[in-house]
């Protein structure tokens, strides 16, 4: 089989967009110096944070583990380097909200003593759950971005898998790191590919390279073997190629299913870096302790990329690349079209760290203010998820969030196609966060108040049935003590008593009448049900406070 | 403040649109003016004035900032369109009536751009066909047809001049002498060569319309080549005028017109490419649009052929302005993942 293939297929919408690749590219990829401390974040994923096993004080070894996953979706931390813990506690880290966050702080020591550790010779002598659980062991999180952790993703349970997908697109302008590491780790890309091929069974091996990358394709394209199944697929380069949904519509011509998963449709995507680290873990037995991340931007007079150690300040790289503080006026993690805002440069490199762009400050430009939108309908023309941006923007706007899932928010991949394109300025995206955020926020007071409503139900029967027990005990008690034919005949030979009974008794029928029975309450909908549920239990509850001083 | 991604944006801007949508509209205004006189220039200033003083006051009393909104240059852009499709030497006070009721119903009343529902200029148009009909049709003949072309003050005096008699150079447009004469039962090829009504046919579509039409498709080529206007709205509109006219003038030449006639026949250029276009009030989806196009073409030539006018665009564009949501609605893409495209 040859190991290429020109047939593609084009993803709806999309960008032409300026690439500025070529300011980083241009050299080695070297290793950053050793940093005197790391400070490691215990989440570094998508998933449960990782518990800390080490504590203040204890000395570690590289490649130790000082953190271990919490369930199933978690991944475990290692010590990038030998050193000393010194503080278990919150930092700022990496994150678009710029909270703190719980973090290992590592003295380091210099010395670079690696714990024992050892590898495998061959993978084919491993059977999948023992190479899942290296690979869960060795804390492997997807590098492209999302940082999924990646042995899931290697158990495809029941299903087969038709095609293994590896994602060297790096679509995103600027971005340099993927393509330095298929121009300088190539082997490793292909023996990770392997690795996961042998995991999974998969029939097909595909990787999508953009075809702006010419060297890394070559690269690639040496390493393979003759005669290997393993196909180099040369893509258009448009931005989001490099979406995992893009990208496999572009090799496969398969959609994946708007609210499934690519393997739905029998196919698994890993990025080109994930794969590396897997060879890493397997075949060396080393942990993911470090990656490559493109230092860029006009910000920094000397862009490139570096081979940084997790938990590295970033304000460190950025000297170590020449930049001033005082000269940057805007940094981001990521690329210019999906990346956040980092507000504090003493944020720690983590997993997912794939870019930092920094901007100069005589760069800087003052967002144009948001106009009104005119409908041009620009932004619809290019989503990539075929999305009616505009509208959703409209409904996000007016706080419509059912509306806002008419028109599929959760389909939006927020590639920040629309926001670009936009003629009004519009921060189409900012609002789409917004909306799934709140979204999240409602669905979660949902379940809280569900929650709460239970405990409520569950105690106000606990009453009731207190309350009966003790009735009965009463009227045991009552019983005991009345003497013989002491009942009724009073009641009925004192007028004035029968007045009263009758009285009484008019009053608890007029009670029970006033019970009035809702009409129209078939068909009724989830949240009109949850409605009245609550009206009615609040309704039961002053009830009862009425009627408890005087039982 | 830290701002979301994306941290990139176009240097497209709304008023960037607009300028490059004035730009495009000089060659058929420059075709306009030297086959009519400069009475078009009289009015597009008129309406221009009329239409930033008004959005200029209503963003005043609504207590909007001004400065953005007026840069936008969507009112002048309406005020230009409604000015070309009024008479050349039409008394000053119906382009400024025009342009007002355009500016202050057309879209400030709908809480200004982006939220009206109509296209201004054309409402603009249709309520002064409606108030005002003599003035309103009582188009000079192109300059080729008369002695002498108005020059610049004839045609400044004939429009503040009110009560002038313009007898003498106007005349009525080759697609209003159409319906008179088939009405009266004269067939097309006998209208074309008649001795009074056969000096307003030129090649193709009435002298001096054809070739503005001409100068507007150039325009509107050109932001379709720019990207700057959808291409299904011209495309489904003018081909839907022309399959039709092809249909009908084959079954009967002599009732109907022919498909140039249509194409390059009053404001057929003007309004494919210049006002159905109007993004704000038209369709946005892509299947959306098709439909919206296929809509004026059709209402278009209904209402030439059989309606109450002589030129139906405006009207047609109007209807599908209202149907518009709807069309939307129903025409959503289906989202990627969400079924075979
Ligand atoms: S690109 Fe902007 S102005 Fe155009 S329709 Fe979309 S949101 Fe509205
Ligand atoms: S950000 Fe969302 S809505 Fe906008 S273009 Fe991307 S996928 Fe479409």
Sequence with gaps: ?????????????????????????????????????????????????????VAVGDPVLKGQRIAKGDGYVSAPVHAPTSGTVTAIDEQPVPHPSGLH??????????KEEWIEHSGCEDYRTLDASELRNKIREAGIVGLGGAGFPSYIKLNPGTSAVETLVLNGAECEPYI???????????????????????????????????????????????????????????????????????????????????????????VVCHNVGTAAAIYRAIVHGEPLLSRI????????????????????????????????????????????????????????????????LAEHRRDLVQPPAAMPCIRCGDCATVCPALLLPQQLFWYAQAREFDRVQDYHLFDCIECGCC????????????????????IWQQERDKQKSDAARQRHEF????????????????????????????????????????????????????????????????????????????????????????????? | MTTSSPHLSTPNSVSRLMLHVGYALIPGIATYAWLFGAGVLVHILLASVTAMTAEALVLMLRRRPMASTLADGSAILSAVLLALAIPPLAPWWITVLGAGFAILFGKQLYGGIGYNPFNPAMLGYAMLLISFPLEMTRWPAAHSLLTQAPSLSDSVSLIFASGVSMDAISAATPLDTLKTQLALGVGIDATRTGAETGKLFGQIAGVGWEAINIAFLLGGLYLLLTRRIAWQIPLAMLGSLALL????????????????????????????????????????????????????????Y??????????????????????????????QPRVFGGGKP
Excluded at chain 1, 3 to 32: C, M, Q, Y
């Design chain 1, 1 to 53: 089989m040859s190991h290429e293939t020109t047939k593609t297929w084009a993803f709806p919408g999309g960008l032409h967009l300026d690439d500025h690749k070529s300011i980083s590219n241009t050299h080695h990829v070297t290793r950053a110096e050793l940093p005197r401390q790391l400070v490691l974040p215990l989440s570094q994923h998508i998933g449960n944070a990782a518990i800390a096993c």
């Design chain 1, 101 to 110: 966050a719980p973090c290992i702080t590592i003295r380091v020591d210099g």
């Design chain 1, 176 to 266: 340099t790191c993927d393509d330095m590491l298929m121009r300088e780790r190539a082997g490793e890309i292909i023996q990770g590919m392997r690795i996961m091929q042998h995991a999974l069974q998969a029939r097909h091996c595909l990787i999508g390279i953009e075809d702006n990358k010419i060297e890394a394709f070559a690269a690639l394209r040496e390493a393979l073997a003759e005669n290997d199944d393993i196909q180099l697929v040369r893509i258009p380069t448009r931005y989001p190629a490099g979406g995992e949904k893009q990208l496999i519509y572009t090799l496969t011509g398969k959609q994946v299913p708007s609210h499934g998963l690519p393997l739905d449709i029998g």
């Design chain 1, 293 to 356: 991340i493109t230092l860029t931007g006009s910000g920094i007079p000397q862009p490139r990329n570096l081979d940084v150690l997790f938990g590295t300040a970033m304000c460190e790289l950025l000297e170590q690349v020449h930049a001033k503080a005082g000269d940057i006026g805007k940094l981001i993690m990521g690329g210019p079209m999906m990346g956040f805002e980092i507000t504090d440069s003493h944020a720690p490199v983590i997993k997912t760290s794939n870019c930092l």
């Design chain 1, 419 to 438: 926001s670009y394109v936009c003629p009004s300025h519009i921060p189409l995206v900012q609002y789409y966060r917004f909306a799934k955020t709140e």
């Design chain 1, 459 to 551: 105690r106000l029967e606990r009453l009731e049935r207190e309350k009966q027990e003790k009735k009965q005990r009463h009227a045991r008690k009552a019983e005991a003590l009345k003497p013989a034919g002491a009942d009724k005949g009073d009641i009925k030979n004192d007028p004035k008593k029968a007045a009263i009974m009758a009285a009484l008794e008019r009053a608890q029928q007029k009670k029970q009448q006033s019970h009035i029975q809702p009409k129209n309450v078939d068909h009724l909908t989830e949240a009109q049900q949850r409605e009245i549920d609550e009206v009615n239990a609040r309704r039961a509850a002053a009830h009862k406070q009425d009627q408890e001083p005087s039982s």
């Design chain 2, 245 to 300: 006219a092809t249909l009908f003038h084959l079954l009967d030449p002599q009732q109907y017109a022919s498909p140039l006639l249509h194409l390059f026949g009053g404001a057929a250029m003007l309004g494919a490419f210049f006002i159905a276009t109007d993004p704000v009030s038209a369709c946005t989806t892509p299947r959306g649009r098709i439909l919206f196009g296929i809509g004026i073409g059709v209402i278009t």
């Design chain 2, 302 to 331: 209904a209402i030439r052929n059989w309606g109450g006018y002589p030129d139906g665009i405006a009207f047609a564009v109007l209807l599908m302005n209202m149907t518009a949501p709807t069309i939307d609605y129903f025409t």
